[in-house]
């Protein structure tokens, strides 16, 4: 779930001492959630600091290609995108801590071992962690949408967050955004549209990429006749 917490304010230094880019409202934990975060936490996780993040390190690898996904829920899909491209790395953050047991409870059963795990605000982890031009991708999937007007201004994808993404990320490197409410994925084109280091790979809206399972929900929701929009931007320059 995402959030962006403003005031009426508007300088750029309230901007970045602000935004935030969830609402935290944890869960209870299940038996194997707690075992995956005793266990697998200390080889898997990543202890939030603010000072620049040495991704090879992290990974142990040099020149994999090393992509954000910011709030992976459950981590279902994140598992299954690691284990479609192992020759890539992905650093995850998600704030709510069932989410991130669940995500290496399934990294343990799947002998995932190309995911790194940071709890944090994703927001904070992109400005005092990662570097510019350190990211050759970014994920964010199913953002919460804020459906009602008022709560517009809540909603992660923004144009300064999008300016921000565009700062750590490599030339060619791209942004994917995926959600199934038709109205925000239009707010979302327009935001990605609107940015000048960005350029879309497909006309308006892209196919699903081979690498991004369907979730049992967006199945489900398909079967309805529901809609899902994937975008897919490229940063130029």
Not at 31 to 52: D, H, N, V
Not at 88 to 104: M, N, Q
């Amino acid at each position: 779930m995402t959030e962006i917490d403003q005031t009426p304010e508007s300088s750029e230094a309230h901007y970045q001492r602000r935004i935030r880019s969830f609402v935290l409202r944890q869960g209870r934990l299940t038996k194997g959630q707690e075992r995956a975060l005793e266990t697998a936490w200390p080889q898997f996780g990543i202890e939030y600091a603010e000072q620049s993040l040495d991704l090879a390190k992290a990974f142990g690898r040099d020149n994999s290609p090393k992509i954000l996904e910011i709030g992976f829920g459950m981590g279902d899909a994140t598992a299954k995108i690691a284990q479609t491209l192992p020759d890539s790395d992905f650093l995850a953050v998600e704030v709510h801590t069932p989410g991130v047991g669940g995500l290496l409870k399934l990294m343990q059963e799947g002998d995932i071992s190309n995911i790194r795990i940071l709890q944090h605000d994703a927001v904070e982890v992109l400005q005092n962690m990662l570097a510019d031009a350190s990211l050759d991708g970014v994920h964010i999937f199913f953002p919460d949408p804020w459906h009602k007007k008022r709560h517009h201004k809540r909603r992660l994808i923004q144009a300064e967050f999008v300016q921000l993404l565009c700062s750590k990320l490599k030339a060619g490197a791209y942004i994917h955004v995926a959600t199934d409410w038709q109205e925000y994925a239009e707010w979302v084109l327009e935001v990605l549209r609107a940015e000048p280091l960005l350029q879309n790979t497909a006309v308006d809206y892209a196919e699903k990429p081979a690498y991004r399972p369907l979730t049992k929900f967006e199945n489900r929701g398909l079967k309805l006749g529901h809609g899902v929009w994937d975008l897919v931007f490229k940063r130029i320059g």
